[in-house]
T-cell receptor, first 111, second 114 residues
Framework: QKEVEQDPGPLSVPEGAIVSLNCTYS??????FMWYRQYSRKGPELLMY????GNKEDGRFTAQVDKSSKYISLFIRDSQPSDSATYLC???????????FGSGTRLQVQP | DAMVIQNPRYQVTQFGKPVTLSCSQT?????MYWYQQKSSQAPKLLFH???????NEADTPDNFQSRRPNTSFCFLDIRSPGLGDAAMYLC?????????????FGPGTRLTVT
């Protein structure tokens, strides 16, 4: 079993839709949760960063962490064609520990 | 603009022929990372440098080596590439090691092994 599971998609939605992207994980020691966006032929870029459980909002993006269920989500409101990319979740136990990435969900927003 | 640059963007090498990928950064960050990302898979950390201190992940094959001659540059050497080493290789930097600091990724080098 992988430490971090993420549905590969592709997830195809119409412009303006609310998108929900999710990851599950098995390591209960993870405390830090991140979402990266990776456009085709580009490196990942950090979108959101959350510590422990709870919600965090940044513009059209909301990150949710439920540590009791070992489940994290990224919501995108009013999705745009420019949001079409692969979204990678990443997690860490903290301190000087490396990130563990999910394999990414490919999102396509249709105009 | 401060950035992470990787060269070349695409590299084709023959089975068993050594290849070197390069990464440079203008961010003056202490930490540089090399990741391997295969198609539809998660990036896998190969190793990282904290300044000149080299840190190898336990499962990184001996076939992969790295050099960091100065703060700005880091190289990934694959001594005898196999077909299984075909992947995207991502370089990243951060001011310190740890999740507290955002990692800045380069665009990657796509390696093909023939």
């Amino acid at each position: 079993q992988k430490e971090v599971e993420q549905d590969p998609g592709p997830l195809s939605v119409p412009e303006g839709a609310i998108v929900s992207l999710n990851c599950t994980y098995s390591n209960s020691a993870f405390q830090y949760f991140m979402w990266y966006r990776q456009y085709s032929r580009k490196g990942p870029e950090l979108l959101m960063y959350t510590y422990s459980s709870g919600n965090k909002e940044d513009g059209r993006f909301t990150a949710q962490v439920d540590k009791s269920s070992k489940y994290i989500s990224l919501f995108i409101r009013d999705s745009q064609p420019s949001d079409s990319a692969t979204y990678l979740c990443a997690m860490s136990e903290g301190g000087r520990r490396a990130l563990t990435f999910g394999s990414g969900t490919r999102l396509q927003v249709q105009p | 603009d401060a950035m992470v640059i990787q060269n070349p963007r695409y590299q084709v090498t023959q089975f068993g022929k050594p290849v070197t990928l390069s990464c440079s950064q203008t961010l003056n960050h202490n930490v540089m990372y090399w990741y391997q990302q295969k198609s539809s898979q998660a990036p896998k950390l190969l190793f990282h440098y904290y300044d000149k201190d080299f840190n190898n992940e336990a499962d990184t094959p001996d076939n992969f080596q790295s050099r960091r001659p100065n703060t700005s540059f880091c190289f990934l050497d694959i001594r005898s590439p196999g077909l299984g080493d075909a992947a995207m290789y991502l370089c990243a930097t951060s001011p310190e090691f740890g999740i507290y600091y955002e990692q800045y990724f380069g665009p990657g080098t796509r390696l093909t092994v023939t």
